[in-house]
């Protein structure tokens, strides 16, 4: 079965400071990893896919497989960061599915 | 039109009521979804059609009955439904590889 994991429910930092948002998986294939976020009052949008090794708005991810970790890390905080950040997998071979984590709720104060 | 959309936006029905949400994509997407999302909760996929059949349905109770009218559209029709079933129902749609999925708005439902 797979599951993701956000061990934190709430992460506050300030602004300019570093912030890491963690997501564990468990799952026995070659999933793809993905971060979500939702922006108050906005839908749910895609921030980042692990095969894209992309940075979007400063954020960056990297798939450890050895742990199973895909965290997201951003170097300096911005306010408008602040929304709530959901871990998603979707297991291998094209499936529909998507798993998502319970999600990480990031206040960035000034 | 590279967005999803979703009507109404918001709704509010009583337990012996009929009513439809709708969700409309014009981005050639072959894969829809239906998600229940409760405040402060992630999303739970309830439905999943591909090239417009039925591919995955999570053991959702039969008041929640989904209907694919073609490759565009995606509606899901409430009937009997219970106040516990009071929450935000989220449209999605993907290519087939990656599974990048986009989500419309939603449609907050309320239960009376």
């Known amino acids: 079965a797979q599951r993701v994991t956000q061990p934190e429910k709430l992460l506050s930092v300030f602004k300019g400071a570093p912030v890491e948002l963690k997501c564990n998986y468990s799952?026995?294939?070659?999933?793809?990893l993905f971060w979500y976020v939702q922006y108050s009052r906005q839908r749910l949008q895609l921030l980042l896919r692990h095969i894209s090794r992309e940075s979007i708005k400063g954020f960056t991810a990297d798939l450890n497989k050895g742990e199973t970790s895909f965290h997201l890390k951003k170097p300096f905080a911005q306010e408008e960061d602040s929304a709530m950040y959901y871990c998603?997998?979707?297991?291998?071979?094209?499936?529909?599915?998507?798993?998502f984590g319970k999600g990480t709720k990031l206040t960035v104060n000034p | 039109d590279t967005e999803v959309t979703q009507t109404p936006k918001h709704l509010v029905m009583g337990m012996t009521n009929k009513k439809s949400l709708k969700c409309e994509q014009h981005m050639g997407h072959r894969a829809m979804y239906w998600y229940k999302q409760k405040a402060k909760k992630p999303p739970e996929l309830m439905f999943v059609y591909s090239y417009e059949k039925l591919s995955i349905n999570e053991s959702v109770p039969s008041r929640f009955s989904p209907e694919c009218p073609n490759s565009s559209l995606l509606n899901l029709h409430l009937h009997a439904l219970q106040p516990e079933d009071s929450a935000l129902y989220l449209c999605?749609?993907?290519?087939?590889?990656?599974?990048?999925?986009?989500f419309g708005p939603g449609t907050r439902l309320t239960v009376l």
């Open positions: 998603a997998l979707s297991p291998q071979g094209g499936s529909e599915k998507l798993v």
């Open positions: 799952y026995s294939g070659s999933p793809e």
């Open positions: 999605a749609s993907s290519q087939r590889v990656p599974n990048e999925q986009f």
